[in-house]
Each structure stands twice: as structure tokens, then as C-alpha cells.
């Protein structure tokens, strides 16, 4: 059983950068496709940011495309979401999720089999 675990999350004023890291237990990232999504109070969880188990394939939500960074160290198994110039709008609670993949990358909740338990992102103005 793979345990997903997220951290780096926290309150930063808008402008700001955080990055989110997301490590896991029972076995190696390496060969895990992952995805980063967010739920906001009220909202329903939407997608962020998604990598390809190798690195080579990331695809970003619209509304944070160009400010955050998806990836990967494969030397700390950990993979990671960089996140510039953050705005009052970020504010959410954080999700890293895993699956194994043959290729490419996962947009859709429904996709992945593992979830960590988030982490709290707060931007304030």
C-alpha cells in the first residue's frame, strides 16, 4: 500500500512563492505518474498541475500556467510544485495524487489511486 504525503504548504502574501513537496511510503515515486490538485472552501477540487512518470510530459491548469512548476528528483524520490507569484485566488488546500503509468500524464481525480491527506496553501493580500 502506497501512502501519499504532501507538505510546504503555508501562508504567504500575494507575490510570494511556496513549493509544495510530495514524498510517499511503501514505494519509489520513480515509476508514478503524478498530479497536484486543490479545493478551495466551497469549491469542488480542479486540477493544477500533472507530470509523466519519466519527467519529459507536464501539462498545467490555465490559471496557473507560467507561475507554477511541476517536478521531479529522483535522487529524494520526491516530486515537487513550485509556485511563483502567487495570488489571493491560490488559496486552497493542496492534494498530491499517484498512479502507476505506462506514459503521460493525468488530468482527472477519477485517474489516480493515490491521495495524500493535503496541504493548506493561504495567500493574503
Known amino acids: 500500500q502506497v501512502q501519499v504525503t504532501e507538505s510546504g504548504g503555508g501562508l504567504v502574501q500575494a507575490g510570494g512563492s511556496l513549493r509544495l513537496s510530495c514524498t510517499a511510503s511503501?514505494?519509489?515515486?520513480?515509476?508514478?505518474?503524478m498530479g497536484w490538485f486543490r479545493q478551495a472552501p466551497g469549491k469542488e477540487r480542479e486540477f493544477v498541475a500533472a507530470?509523466?512518470?519519466?519527467?519529459?510530459?507536464?501539462y498545467y491548469a490555465d490559471s496557473v500556467k507560467g507561475r507554477f512548476t511541476i517536478f521531479t528528483d529522483n535522487d529524494k524520490d520526491t516530486k515537487y510544485l513550485q509556485m511563483n507569484n502567487l495570488k489571493v485566488e491560490d488559496t486552497a488546500v493542496y492534494y498530491c495524487?499517484?498512479?502507476?503509468?505506462?506514459?503521460?500524464?493525468?488530468?482527472?481525480?477519477?485517474?489516480?489511486?493515490?491521495w495524500g491527506q493535503g496541504t493548506q496553501v493561504a495567500v493574503s493580500s
Open positions: 495524487a499517484a498512479v502507476i503509468s505506462g506514459g503521460g500524464y493525468y488530468t482527472r481525480p477519477f485517474e489516480y489511486d493515490y
Open positions: 511503501g514505494r519509489t515515486l520513480t515509476s508514478y505518474a
Open positions: 507530470v509523466s512518470w519519466r519527467g519529459d510530459s507536464t
